[in-house]
């Protein structure tokens, strides 16, 4: 148990008791003990990892201590065996795979739900392939549907169960992804994502949350990920003002959300989805020493 853990079972006076019930007598809250205790596993997206090649910069992002290579969901299908190969020997896996579907899941046209459910297949056998956690899914950025919330969320309630059948058979999962209201108005918070995940109760469908669109969504970003807990999968990272390198924007703090993981006993990747002002030979790792310091601080 960590001094955070402590601290939270020290809000309890019967903290003893408190490990089996819900609640305690005077109505505290107590929060499961995590499973195994949480682990921060850096990755970074493909594109925003320096090198020509991606070979140069699987060696660049092991050499900084990343454990994780989010590469993008377009065609995937086609690029599975070069993966593979560049993968062989190394210890940096695949983390999640970030969209690139063709189609709107929660589009009003059916043809195009369709295209979407038929893209994201073929991309998630592609993620499965290469033993990722999970290809990440917006339902529908602004603009791309005309269906009011009610209808969107009962369209992607009917969608979701036969996305989840081919990513479990596939050994991987869906990852919702909350956005900004600048760019979806539809989901946008960590924990309506956990709410659709619960309410579609199948183990292929799960939920991330991105630092960057969280700033703006969340009132908490501990809160969030605990409200998220079993269903959370992923995590994306970049500065909380103009989505840079975590540590380019002034201030660019991440404790309350890491601490969050950590009392959910987290097992999946924070992944680098950001620009850079700077080289990022040199902001890259500079962002990882932030991040695990504020891990260690959480
Ligand atoms: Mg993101």
Same mark, same amino acid.
């Given at each position: 148990m960590n001094m955070n853990r402590r601290h939270?079972?020290?809000?309890?006076?019967?903290?003893?008791?408190?490990?089996?019930?819900?609640?305690?007598?005077?109505?505290?809250?107590? $929060?499961?003990?995590?499973? +195994?205790?949480?682990?921060?596993? &850096?990755?970074?997206?493909?594109?925003? %990892?320096?090198?020509?090649?991606?070979?140069?910069?699987?060696?660049?992002?092991?050499?900084?201590?990343f454990e994780g290579i989010e590469p993008g969901g377009g065609g995937l299908g086609k690029r599975v065996e070069e993966f593979q190969k560049?993968?062989?020997?190394?210890?940096?896996?695949?983390?999640?795979?970030?969209?690139?579907f063709e189609g709107v899941p929660i589009s009003e046209n059916e043809e195009t739900r369709r295209k979407a459910v038929a893209s994201i297949k073929e991309i998630l056998t592609a993620a499965g392939a290469l033993g990722s956690t999970g290809m990440i899914i917006v339902p529908a950025f602004n603009g791309q549907t005309k269906l009011g919330h009610w209808e969107a969320r009962e369209t992607l309630l009917k969608i979701l169960p036969e996305l989840g059948e081919h990513a479990v058979k596939n050994n991987t999962r869906v990852? $919702?992804?909350?956005?900004? +209201?600048?760019?979806?108005?539809? &989901?946008?918070?960590?924990?309506?994502? %956990?709410?659709?995940c619960r309410d579609v109760n199948h183990p292929g469908i799960a939920v991330m949350g991105d630092f960057w669109?969280?700033?703006?969504?969340?009132?908490?970003?501990?809160?969030?990920?605990?409200?998220a807990a079993k269903y959370l999968h992923h995590?994306?990272?970049?500065?909380?003002?103009?989505?840079?390198?975590?540590?380019?924007?002034?201030?660019?703090?991440?404790?309350?959300?890491?601490?969050?993981?950590k009392l959910i006993g987290y097992q999946d990747f924070v992944s680098l989805e950001c620009g850079s002002k700077g080289?990022?030979?040199?902001?890259?790792?500079?962002?990882?020493?932030?991040?695990?310091?504020?891990?260690?601080?959480?």
């Open positions: 939270f079972f020290a809000l309890s006076a019967t903290a003893g008791a408190a490990a089996t019930l819900p609640h305690t007598a005077f109505g505290a809250v107590q $929060l499961p003990q995590p499973a +195994r205790e949480a682990r921060l596993r &850096l990755s970074c997206q493909e594109g925003v %990892a320096p090198g020509g090649s991606l070979a140069e910069k699987l060696d660049f992002l092991e050499q900084h201590g560049a993968l062989q020997g190394r210890k940096i896996k695949v983390s999640a795979i970030c969209a690139g990852l $919702l992804e909350p956005l900004n +209201r600048g760019e979806a108005h539809f &989901l946008r918070q960590v924990a309506d994502g %956990a709410a659709i669109h969280m700033t703006w969504e969340e009132p908490c970003d501990m809160a969030a990920f605990i409200a995590v994306h990272i970049a500065s909380r003002k103009t989505r840079q390198m975590p540590g380019e924007d002034a201030g660019d703090n991440y404790e309350a959300g890491l601490k969050g993981l080289d990022r030979k040199t902001t890259i790792p500079a962002a990882a020493k932030l991040i695990r310091e504020q891990w260690q601080k959480a």
